[in-house]
């Protein structure tokens, strides 16, 4: 019966990544072709070269990419900067803690013992979080948000990865019971993927319901 749950468990976490890995990589192949039907590239039933248009399409398409950002509102930065960089350091922490398991370093990381203590990465995770967090309020700038939301979202990240620990109260990280902190991560960022959506669909809904008001 145990091991019938930890199946479903394992299949959960692989399901919860895969839906992950799939609604980015949708998104991504949205928007190159669609850059590439209305962008300067020839489509590839009108040219022999299909590579050298490919390649076109893709610079066109992180330039739209780049002036998107620069013309996106603050609030809506601020919100991608969160998820983006929150993703990022999950898989970083994951990949650089799995390399600290056969080697003492890995860059500038390695396991760190004040004592008899471990100092996990949650720890700086939390402190980083928290001080983003207090600049943010104590500044009140919303032109800072963007910038502010990449720390927080790294905090988040080192914090969130440990997640399991925190619950267990022990160190569950590479045991079945760690699953609990991918598990926890994944549905964070689909909420934040969601909230980004969600922001980008209501103000349009403003241009347009409340152009006259």
Do not use: C
Not at 66 to 78: D, H, I, K, S, W
């Amino acid at each position: 019966m145990r091991r019938r749950a930890r199946l479903e468990t394992d299949r959960r976490t692989f399901a919860l990544g895969g839906l992950a890995a799939a609604g980015l990589a949708a998104a991504v192949a949205a928007e190159y072709g669609r850059v590439w039907r209305r962008g300067s590239a020839p489509l590839p039933q009108e040219t022999d070269d299909v590579l050298s248009a490919a390649e076109a399409a893709a610079v066109e398409t992180a330039a739209v990419a780049r002036v998107g950002y620069r013309e996106t509102p603050p609030r809506e930065n601020a919100l991608f900067n969160l998820l983006s960089s929150f993703a990022a350091t999950f898989l970083a922490a994951r990949g650089t803690t799995y390399l600290l398991r056969t080697r003492r370093t890995v860059g500038p990381f390695r396991n760190l013992t004040v004592g008899r203590r471990r100092i996990h990465h949650f720890v700086p995770g939390i402190v980083i979080g928290f001080a983003a967090g207090a600049v943010a309020i104590v500044t009140n700038d919303e032109t800072l948000e963007p910038r502010l939301a990449v720390p927080f979202g790294v905090g988040m990240g080192l914090t969130l990865d440990e997640s399991a620990l925190l619950l267990e109260l022990e160190d569950v990280y590479w045991t079945r019971e760690g699953i609990l902190s991918v598990q926890i991560t994944l549905s964070v960022i689909a909420i934040l993927a969601s909230l980004a959506l969600g922001l980008r669909f209501l103000r349009r809904g403003e241009r347009v319901v409340l152009k006259g008001a």
